[in-house]
């Protein structure tokens, strides 16, 4: 049993389509109105159906005014480290600090090198992650004397002019399974963030992940409550209980409630694009979800 | 060739752009952010505003170049095609080709780019954006100036940087640039960055059609307003677009009221235009008519080319219509897609031929009426609606233009008319809309009394089909015997080996009681072993609504269809279908149900004459040769055709029995004697 007691966050986790334009605009404006915390979208850049992520995100975020917005997750291989942390300083700013960073070290390897981007083994993607956080953080230090140098294997960066410094304390939440980027968020990120659907041994998985990012945190003298818990949810919603997350509201919210209290999981993300969905989720699932976790926490 | 003059603010703030906006600025040019990131700004300043152009100058050295093509894509479609692109940096030609290159997302095939700098190995294109984007290089050195005259859309320079002279050998150097590389140097737009004090006289000896403005707070424009009138036309077609015209097609006399809108094979909007849904189409241009008016000049157009094909195009979906051609003339009436409630008492609806039926169904749903139209919601409402309209309540209501009340048309001389049955509103046209509307005009817009319709039964059945000709008689059984509410249809395909034979049967039941439903679907359930049952109680609406929003066609090549009405599915006919099943040769064979309601309606009523067929049967293939060569087999067992689903040339005579053919051919003589409506199913005009 580890619950972190960490605030609880609602979110939905759309899809970017280009077709209708506006469709994945359409839905963060669904989730802010549904009372969700957080809207995020994937990043695929090198798949024409969908928007380019950063601007999608961007231009969401002119049409909402309270949600959360994040990559979820930003594919690091196609972007630099150094724009990241400038565009979503910017992008803070201009919000109010509504903007957290999704980052993660590239998957379908075959479409990043389609696009003109380098190929890297999963083991020098997740060295090359440690160093685009290192850089991303310099830059948003901008109270720090001297520019930016970061001289690592995979990001050289020297000379480079700090700021600026997003709004609020943005958080770096980084996807992740596997045992070496688990220890690098330990060391280096704000929160883990994979997807339930991914987990091979389903929602218990956690228990794993968990392990390993307490273990790096507290040997890099970090503390493990600090570091957010985030998982990427799919399910269904019908009228009598089937399966773990497939049944009405309330069971959703003793299914997520209990990923709260046993393992932690502070963060649910709905992938759907179903506006039904959405309010649904926001409306029935998350107070209960909520109400559940406090009585539990107070008990 | 001279630009249309426009104004612009640099702007450094979402309020600064908004204010250009109000002041009726052109275009909004997000300066570089020393502390930021000016994309950002843009896109946030995008969805802050609603006309303004936007601009901004991007470094490409931040960017992955192909990932910086899709953003551009992304940012112009989601600001509805607002965006203007200058690129800075290194290596900004081979930035320039890779942005382009994933920005024309109608050429074939992924992009391929091998630079000094750059290399991208296979990107796929896309998406589209909603306009060209233009991309605009700076740089006040001969090679700059020299690189944009060879590949730029635009050249953009601050004045103040530029000494006195400067300017004109600039403008020298890009011509001779632009006009080497086999362009015309004035299509090349000059972009500059000017302070707020010039007048307007000044303004025009600079020689630039694009001024962007310096101030902290953008200024009106009041003494600039006026050099806007009688500037350039507002479509400049660049050498690169020209080039790709098709011979014999008069461009320049494309009717000023539909050069705006129109689509011509160089043009970014091309790739949205040139197909349809099942067949892929070249044509020399696409004219896109938003009001009867501009429906007239585009006639006229059509007129003076006798000898260049003509297709009508509503939605895009028809198999039989060619609704595009090659090298021809295409009169696309997507925008005229208006829906509107002319008389709620009477269930009245005026509804524009552009519109899809599942927007009609999405309009009529909150009125809990429906109008039954076809099975698929992107079929659009002008081609179906001259044809018949064979939907998912045809045994109950009949077919789709039993229900049309009148028309508005625009005939091949020009003429607008209004067609119903009344005596004074030309009933024989009306006649002959209702089934051979392709051939007499183009309706403008369609008034239908529509109907009451609450949730229906939509059952998705598959049954094992061992036996297919066992399970066509059998359902075809089940089909005749079962009430009105009950209308649906059969689908199987050619036999896969190491995979059971199935079809699928699909039934709409017009009843909102679960018992009833279930008691009308036990005969049709019934005609062989289950392999899968779905029945869902669910608004007509969800039904039609079975098409993607947003895309456009990307139809290839030519589909080959057949079609035939028939009365019963005999065992004779049974065995003759399963032997074209077996051959392989068609992947698609669909029988719907008519019959009730369509065969109340008397056979000379509409040129749609066929009403006493139960069944429209309709198979797909990719060979002519070999669909003929299995359909002929079945052709003694049908009594006509419906014509939109069949492909094959020469078939007139099928589609109308004679005495309609003859009618038909009189009333073509009338109102179409040269033939100007000829591409789909065409009547000879009997001659006098």
């Known amino acids: ?299 | 060739m001279g630009h249309r003059l426009r104004f612009g603010a640099l702007v450094t703030s979402v309020a600064q752009a908004r204010r250009a906006e109000e002041l009726g600025y052109d275009l909004a040019l997000v300066r570089d952010q020393p502390d930021g990131d000016a994309w950002t700004l843009l896109s946030w300043i995008a969805g802050h505003t609603e006309r303004i152009g936007l601009a901004t100058a991007v470094d490409a050295a931040g960017w992955e170049p192909a990932v910086l093509g899709r953003a551009a894509a992304s940012l112009d479609l989601l600001s509805g095609g607002r965006l203007a692109v200058a690129l800075t940096g290194d290596h900004v030609a081979e930035v320039t080709d890779i942005v382009r290159g994933v920005l024309d997302a109608g050429e074939p095939g992924p992009l391929r780019y091998l630079g000094e700098r750059h290399r991208v190995p296979r990107a796929q294109r896309g998406p589209l954006p909603a306009h060209r984007v233009p991309v605009w290089l700076t740089g006040n050195d001969p090679e700059d100036l020299r690189r944009a005259g060879r590949v730029a859309d635009g050249w953009m320079a601050d004045l103040s940087r530029l000494g006195a002279g400067e300017l004109a050998t600039a403008y020298k150097i890009l011509e001779d640039a632009a006009v080497e590389a086999g362009r015309d140097g004035a299509e090349i737009h000059r972009i500059l960055i000017v302070g707020p004090g010039l007048g307007p006289d000044e303004l025009l000896a600079l020689g630039a059609d694009t001024f962007l403005v310096e101030a902290d707070d953008p200024a009106p424009l009041t003494s600039w307003e006026r050099l806007r009138e009688g500037s350039g036309p507002p479509v400049c077609r660049p050498s690169s677009v020209r080039a790709k015209r098709r011979p014999g097609i008069d461009y320049e006399a494309i009717p000023a009221s539909l050069a705006e809108t129109a689509v011509e094979p160089g043009d970014l909007d091309y790739a949205r235009v040139r197909s349809t849904y099942l067949r892929g189409g070249s044509p020399g241009v696409v004219l896109r008519p938003r009001t009867t008016a501009e429906v007239v000049d585009a006639l006229a157009f059509a007129r003076a080319h006798p000898g260049v094909p003509f297709a009508l195009r509503s939605a895009g979906h028809g198999i039989s219509g060619r609704s595009t051609n090659d090298g021809g003339i295409v009169l696309s009436l997507a925008a005229m897609n208006d829906i509107e409630i002319l008389d709620p008492s009477r269930r009245l609806v005026r509804v524009g031929p552009g519109a899809r039926w599942m927007d009609v169904a999405r309009a009529l749903a909150p009125h809990g009426w429906a109008l039954s139209s076809g099975d698929y919601g992107g079929v659009g409402v002008g081609g179906l609606a001259t044809a018949g309209g064979i939907g998912w309540l045809a045994r109950e209501h009949g077919l789709t233009i039993d229900h049309l009340h009148a028309v508005e048309m625009v005939l091949a001389d020009g003429t607008v008319v209004r067609a119903s049955s009344s005596p004074d509103e030309n009933p024989d046209l009306f006649w002959a809309v209702r089934g051979a509307g392709a051939n007499f005009g183009v309706v403008t817009s369609f008034e239908f009394e529509v109907y009451e319709v609450g949730d229906v039964g939509f059952a998705q059945l598959v049954v094992a089909a061992d036996d297919p000709a066992e399970v066509l008689v059998k359902w075809g059984r089940a089909i005749e015997e079962a009430p009105r509410d009950v209308s649906g249809q059969l689908i199987m395909g050619a036999p896969r080996a190491g995979q059971p034979m199935v079809a699928q049967l699909l039934a709409v039941v017009d009843h909102d009681d679960p018992e009833t439903i279930i008691e009308r679907l036990q005969p049709i359930a019934a005609v062989a072993p289950l392999y899968q049952q779905q029945v869902l109680l669910t608004p007509y609406l969800s039904v039609i609504s079975n098409a993607a929003d947003g895309g456009y066609h990307q139809g290839a090549g030519e589909p080959v269809s057949r079609s035939g009405l028939i009365r019963h599915l005999t065992p004779e006919f049974a065995l003759a279908a399963t032997e074209l099943l077996n051959s392989g040769a068609v992947h698609w064979f669909q029988i719907r149900t008519v019959g009730g309601a369509v065969a109340d309606v008397p056979a000379d009523a509409t040129a749609y004459a066929h009403r006493d067929a139960n069944f429209s049967v309709a198979v797909m293939g990719s060979s002519a040769r070999r669909v003929d060569a299995a359909w002929d087999r079945l052709r003694p067992y049908f009594d006509g055709l419906y014509l939109s689903f069949e492909t094959g040339p020469d078939r007139v005579g099928e589609a109308f029995p004679p005495a309609t053919l003859e009618r038909l051919r009189a009333l073509k003589g009338r109102y179409d004697p040269d033939n100007l409506f000829r591409d789909n199913f065409n009547i000879k005009a009997a001659t006098r």
């Open chain 1, 1 to 299: 049993m580890t619950d972190y007691g960490q605030d609880l966050l609602f979110g939905a986790f759309v899809t970017p389509t280009a077709a209708p334009v506006h469709q994945a605009v359409e839905l963060a404006v669904a989730a802010e109105e549904a009372g969700l915390d957080l809207v995020t979208f994937q990043d695929h850049p090198y798949l024409p159906r969908f928007h380019d992520t950063w601007t999608l995100m961007s231009y969401a975020a002119a049409r909402t005014s309270r949600i959360r917005l994040s990559g979820n997750v930003l594919s690091l291989p196609l972007r630099q480290p150094a724009v990241l942390a400038r565009s979503h300083a910017a992008l803070d700013r201009l919000t109010g600090g509504r903007i957290e960073m999704g980052l993660g070290a590239g998957a379908f390897w075959d479409g990043i090198e389609a696009m003109g981007a380098r190929r890297l083994s999963a083991g020098q993607s997740v060295d090359a992650l440690g160093e685009a956080i290192a850089v991303i953080r310099a830059v948003w230090d901008a109270t720090a004397t001297g520019p930016v140098a970061v001289r690592g294997t995979y990001y050289q960066v020297d000379g480079l002019k700090r700021g600026p410094a997003p709004a609020h304390d943005m958080s770096i939440w980084v996807g992740a399974y596997k045992p070496r980027m688990l220890r690098l968020i330990g060391r280096a990120a704000d929160g883990v963030l994979p997807s339930l659907s991914y987990l091979e041994d389903g929602p218990s998985a956690y228990a794993g992940i968990n392990e390993h990012i307490d273990a790096a945190a507290r040997d890099a003298g970090r503390d493990p409550a600090r570091i957010r818990r985030l998982l990427n949810i799919n399910g269904t919603f019908s009228q009598f209980g089937r399966s773990f997350l497939n049944g009405p509201a309330e069971q959703w919210a003793e299914d997520l409630a209990g990923l709260t209290l046993e393992h932690g999981v502070s963060t649910f993300i709905l992938a759907t694009d179903d506006p039904t969905a959405i309010a649904e989720f926001a409306g029935d699932v998350a107070p209960a979800v909520r109400a559940l976790v406090a009585a539990e926490r107070s008990a």
